[in-house]
């Protein structure tokens, strides 16, 4: 029975995923070069604040070397309304090789204007 039970807990065990290592970034890890795994997770907060209009958006990625892998957070620094606070990207590496990521700061309907912020990374996924 115990040898059951043990075989049991074994293949259970077996198929599950094990956790992937994350990679925080953060705006002061602009234009940085970052070594990472392949599968790795990528975490890019940037500060922003959307009642202003500005958002942070994806202006560069090759989705053969990285892919987004959940929907754009923000969370406010306070309860008060107008507050700044971080918007949060989540990408994950998919294939080995170099790659860019570049979000851009801006308000999205503002079709010709530059952006007021650029977050750009090289990755170089092993």
């Known amino acids: ?7 049991a807990v074994i ?11 994350i990679l925080y970034l953060v705006n002061d890890n ?6 990472v795994s ?3 997770e990528i975490e890019i907060s940037l500060d922003a604040n959307p ?3 500005y ?13 987004q892998i959940s929907e754009v957070q923000y969370k406010a620094n306070s309860n008060l309304i107008g507050s700044p606070g971080k918007q949060t990207f989540r990408f994950q590496t998919i294939a ?6 570049k979000l851009i700061y801006h308000r999205p309907w503002e079709k010709e204007v530059i952006p ?3 977050f750009f990374i090289k990755i170089n996924v092993i």
């Open 51 to 53: 009642t202003t209009g």
């Open 55 to 67: 958002t942070w958006s994806i202006s560069e990625i090759d989705t053969n070397f990285t892919k």
């Open 11 to 21: 293949f259970i065990f077996a198929g599950c995923n094990t956790p992937q290592e």
């Open 30 to 35: 602009n234009g940085q070069e970052v070594e």
């Open 116 to 118: 007021s912020d650029t």
């Open 1 to 7: 029975m115990i040898k059951i039970i043990l075989i």
């Open 38 to 40: 392949l599968k790795e």
């Open 96 to 101: 080995s090789g170099k790659t860019a990521l």
